[in-house]
């Protein structure tokens, strides 16, 4: 050690002191652990925003008797007591016992990976954390099990939102268990004590170097670098070794590297955080008493005022709405989806019961999951979410979720839940309310120009959507079974060339996502109707679905297995009536058109009838249309083939593309 005896006491003197702190901060956390236990017991939340306003208080006069700044002392403390809430908070989530494996995106001491091990900490867990090449990696790496969590950054205070990290969290089937913040606190460094002026170039990534941009103009004869992340540009300068190189990052990744720092403190901002998102491939259950946030994913109906009003039932039910994000909704060109965050906690009754309004609101959701917040309002703000009664809590604490779940009478598809008719979007088309809309197209798409001719047929004569299936669910394995993929594609190059938005059936689960991407409204095939995996997974896509009755099943169990996609988070389901099993063997099936005054008595969902299936007899496709039309459904799907004798799945009840065009002038009658 450099200096004179006088600074070597006096540096004695100091580690002395810094020890103490330490010793008293250990002893702080003792007693918050202890204050935590007695909660738990309690049925206390953990939070008490009135306590940490008062403590902090309380130190700030302290510091001031003794000449310190109150605004250090502040800072000092709203740090301690951020832990001192994820202590108790995570003494009340059941964590394993094992070491944590934790993927984040970058180097070694990138921001995400201090964020991360910050996190850790937090939760009291021993953790192990690996660094990958992109988002899309660190969540590859927690989709196969080789991470139990990822840590991701999703914005910062001063560039915004990661807009990346958003489009990821909507595809892929992961969920949100916790959120982290980080101050950014970017220095530059180079490996020696270098005047700024003899700098060449400086390494950062690109975020950094946005955020640093009123300082990086003090360096004008420097060229900027981008590198992947700050962790990174420290590990290359130190690796260079050439004088001339600076890196901008966290001076936790400078110190590891050895590295000189030139400047502390370089961002343009005085403060800037950036916020995580802590991933699991399962959600988790987080106690009533953790002060919680939950994240999800919404697309509003096609109505006026439709996030208006998603947005009073968060606030009307007492859910503080803490950020709104609009991503583009794919697939359709200036249209949006919203992610919401807002506090509040699925295990809670009263949250769930807002979720099934919103549900019913919106056209999809998607819940991310719910989790500790980490980021909430400090003060109470006017209209804020009223402190509940301890009574009110220990009921929180004491129902179980499904009891609540199961006393519930009314479901998402009943007409009682939702007095409005739900309109169904299919590309530019809506099903339900007022209109009536015709899909027509062949049963099977066997070629190019099968489906081309018949696309342009049902265009011209007033169809509203070309139907065509690819992959066939047929009574014998011999049967033709449809073109697959190849066929998907064909059917849409069809659609696109005429203008008419696509219809097919989706046969499995690993079907979903691929076909969304190309279909506008997925089919459920009769035989499918209680596929509750398929269901599910189409409740959890943006894209609209056509749910075919069951052969043989009551109105009850087709509405049973629409509530399996409405539950799911996907409000837009078409119903379609096919025919069901009955003695009479005069027709394929017998086409139950009772069903379309019970179903608009009992459901808000469109209705359409499908008269090819439902009679099995080209003959009585065009009576059995009218009679749908004069019956109130909101529509037809009607078997269309160039020349139908040729079909290669349901010859006998195919029309060609004269009696199609005969049926629709028959309807405008
Ligand atoms: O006093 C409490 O209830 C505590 O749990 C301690 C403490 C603190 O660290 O001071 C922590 C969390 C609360 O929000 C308030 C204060």
New binding site residues.
């Given amino acids: 050690m450099s200096g004179t005896p006088e600074l070597a006491s006096l540096r004695a003197e100091l580690d002395d002191i810094d020890r103490t702190l330490v010793e008293l901060i250990a002893r ?1 956390l003792d ?2 652990t202890a ?2 236990k007695a ?1 738990a017991n309690s049925a ?1 939340p ?4 009135e ?2 306003r008062a ?1 902090l208080e309380a130190v700030e006069a302290v510091a001031r008797r003794h000449g310190v700044s109150g605004d250090l002392v502040r800072r000092v ?1 709203r740090e ?2 951020g ?3 994820d202590r ?1 908070s995570a003494d009340l989530i059941a964590t394993s016992a094992k070491t944590v494996t934790v993927g984040f995106p970058g180097a070694e001491h990138s921001y995400s990976h201090l964020a991360a091990a910050k996190h850790l900490a937090g939760r009291g867990e021993a953790a192990g954390f690996t660094g990958y090449g992109s988002y899309a990696d660190v969540l590859a790496a927690l989709e196969t099990g080789e991470c139990d969590l990822a840590v991701l950054p999703i914005e910062d205070t001063t560039a915004g939102s990661i807009n990346q990290v958003y489009d990821l969290l909507r595809l892929r089937e992961i969920a949100v268990v916790g959120e982290e913040t980080w101050r950014m606190n970017h220095c530059l460094a180079a490996v020696g004590d270098v005047p700024l002026g003899a700098l060449t170039h400086v390494l950062a990534d690109p975020r950094g170097l946005e955020q640093c941009a009123d300082f990086l103009r003090s360096l004008p004869a420097a060229i900027t670098v981008h590198i992947a992340d700050g962790g990174e540009a420290m590990r290359a300068v130190a690796e260079r070794a050439d004088a001339s190189y600076a890196a901008i990052g966290s001076p936790e990744a400078a110190d590891a590297h050895g590295l000189t720092v030139l400047r502390p403190g370089i961002a343009d901002a005085e403060e800037t955080f950036t916020r995580f998102v802590v991933l699991a491939a399962t959600p988790i259950e987080v106690d009533a008493r953790v002060p919680s946030k939950t994240s999800l994913v919404l697309t509003t109906r096609h109505e006026e005022g439709a996030l208006l009003r998603c947005l009073e039932i968060l606030a009307g039910s007492g859910h503080s709405l803490t950020k709104l994000e609009s991503r583009p909704r794919p697939g359709r060109p200036f249209e949006y989806l919203f992610f919401v965050d807002f506090e509040g906690n699925v295990a809670d009754p009263r949250t769930q019961l807002m979720l099934d309004e919103l549900r019913s609101a919106a056209l999809y959701i998607k819940v991310l999951g719910s989790y500790p917040a980490k980021v909430t309002r400090t003060e109470p703000q006017p209209g804020a979410v009223p402190q509940a009664s301890a009574e009110a809590l220990e009921a929180v604490v004491v129902a179980p979720v499904a009891a609540v779940a199961s006393k519930k009478a009314k479901r998402l598809v009943d007409r009682e839940t939702r007095g409005e008719d739900t309109l169904v979007r299919v590309g530019d088309v809506l099903v339900g309310g007022d209109g009536f809309v015709v899909m027509a197209g062949p049963c099977s798409v066997e070629s190019a120009d099968q489906i081309r001719a018949t696309a342009r047929a049902v265009k011209d004569a007033g169809a509203h959507l070309l139907r065509g299936g690819v992959f066939k669910p047929r009574t014998s394995p011999y049967a033709f079974q449809g073109l697959g993929w190849d066929g998907l594609a064909l059917l849409a190059e069809a659609g696109r060339e005429v203008g008419l938005p696509i219809v097919t059936e989706v046969m499995a689960v690993e079907q979903v996502q691929r076909m969304a991407l190309s279909a506008d409204l997925l089919q459920v095939g009769a035989r499918n109707m209680q596929n509750f995996d398929l269901l599910r997974a189409l409740g959890k896509v943006d894209r609209p679905v056509l749910l075919k009755r069951g052969l043989s099943s009551t109105i009850d169990e087709w509405l049973g297995a629409a509530e399996y996609i409405l539950a799911a988070g996907n409000q837009q389901v078409i119903l379609c009536e096919r025919g069901i099993r009955t003695f009479e063997s005069a027709t394929r099936n017998t086409l139950d058109l009772s069903a379309v005054p019970v179903l608009h008595e009992r459901t808000h969902l469109p209705v359409i009838i499908d008269p090819s299936h439902g009679t099995g007899n080209r003959r009585y496709v065009a009576p059995m249309s009218r009679a749908a039309r004069a019956v109130g459904s909101h529509g037809l799907l009607i078997e269309v083939h160039p020349e139908p004798d040729t079909a290669l799945s349901d010859a006998d009840q195919s029309i060609d593309h004269a009696q199609f065009a005969a049926l629709m002038a028959g309807l405008s009658r």
């Fill in positions: 702080r007693t918050v204050v935590g909660k206390t953990v939070r008490d925003v306590r940490e403590v403390f301690i007591i832990h001192a809430v108790q």
